[in-house]
T-cell receptor, first 115, second 115 residues
């Protein structure tokens, strides 16, 4: 089983619908992230969380919200989806502490299409 | 703000040949990490190689090596003896040492290895 699991893997929805993307991890990492991938733009940070009580906006948070339900769970919500939120979404985790490598560990991605 | 630029949207190489992917970044920080991630058609993000800015020696992982030019803010990836399985999107990424592992990504280079 994957260390970082995202559900759903693929989703097609309509404009105005509420969508939740879920992420769970078994790596025991405190830090979790949501990124969005668009062609030519690479990955851009939406939200990040350093622990259960810490939530921070990233570069492109407008139109999104998040919830850190537990150390292992971090969900991303689109309250009212719009077509330009069509993208590939990644959840990621990372270590903390003096020995951390800076590396992110990614889930398998959730492809969202908003019609 | 930090930026990462990959100037080659697409590249191709013959199997068994060598190819170099370019990446430049912009930062005023002195302590940072650089990464190359590979994204095959399965869309999984896989860490290829990592470089700490304070290390002068270029990182190497089997057929993958980097040319890290700190003064020029350049971080290119060389793939030797290219294999069909190297066909993927490659992303260069950067994080400041105290930035909580929030990576900034380039736009990506799509590499096609031809038989």
């Amino acid at each position: 089983d994957a260390d970082v699991t995202q559900t759903p893997r693929n989703r097609i929805t309509k404009t105005g619908k509420r969508i939740m993307l879920e992420c769970s991890q078994t790596k025991g990492h405190d830090r979790m992230y949501w990124y969005r991938q668009d062609p030519g733009l690479g990955l851009r940070l939406i939200y990040y969380s350093f622990d259960v009580k810490d939530i921070n906006k990233g570069e492109i948070s407008d139109g999104y919200s998040v919830s850190r339900q537990a150390q292992a769970k971090f969900s991303l919500s689109l309250e009212s989806a719009i077509p330009n939120q069509t993208a590939l979404y990644f959840c990621a985790t990372s270590e903390t502490g003096t020995g951390h490598t800076g590396e992110l560990f990614f889930g398998e991605g959730s492809r969202l299409t908003v019609l | 703000a930090q930026t990462v630029t990959q100037s080659q949207p697409e590249m191709s190489v013959q199997e068994a040949e060598t190819v170099t992917l370019s990446c430049t970044y912009d930062t005023s920080e002195s302590n940072y990490y650089l990464f190359w991630y590979k994204q095959p058609p399965s869309r999984q993000m896989i860490l290829v190689i990592r470089q700490e800015a304070y290390k002068q020696q270029n990182a190497t992982e089997n057929r993958f090596s980097v040319n890290f030019q700190k003064a020029a803010k350049s971080f290119s990836l060389k793939i030797s003896d290219s294999q069909l399985g190297d066909t993927a999107m490659y992303f260069c990424a950067f994080t400041v040492g105290n930035a909580g592992n929030m990576l900034t990504f380039g736009g990506g280079t799509r590499l096609m290895v031809k038989p």
